[in-house]
């Protein structure tokens, strides 16, 4: 298996095609819930490292959400914003 960068249009099948797009696809999907439930895209007020160590502790509360069967994640995050206690039905306490 060829590396991303290291496929052409000679060398690349329709389903290295599709896993990179399905992979691409992802990834936006992730940024497109960080931008809207934390209008991470907006946010000014981060310096160094800060944005990185953002987007992952974000990345993180949202695969914990998603591993436990939430499927709205941009609702709950949204009311989870609204009522920090509704987190603890999340947690596996």
């Known amino acids: 298996m060829h590396a991303v960068t290291s ?3 000679e060398r690349a ?3 290295d095609l599709a896993r990179i797009a399905r992979g691409q696809w992802g990834i936006e999907s ?4 960080r931008d809207t439930a934390y209008a991470e895209d907006a946010s000014t007020g981060y310096a160094g490292n800060g944005p990185q160590v953002m987007a992952t502790l ?3 509360a949202i695969s914990l959400l998603y591993l436990s069967g939430v499927t709205e994640i941009t609702r709950t995050l949204q009311a989870i914003g609204r009522d920090r206690n509704r987190i603890l039905s999340y947690l596996p306490l």
Do not use: K
Request: proline content about 0%; glycine content about 8%.
């Open 30 to 33: 992730v940024h497109r819930v």
């Open 58 to 60: 974000r990345n993180l």
């Open 7 to 9: 496929l052409d249009g």
């Open 13 to 15: 099948s329709a389903a």
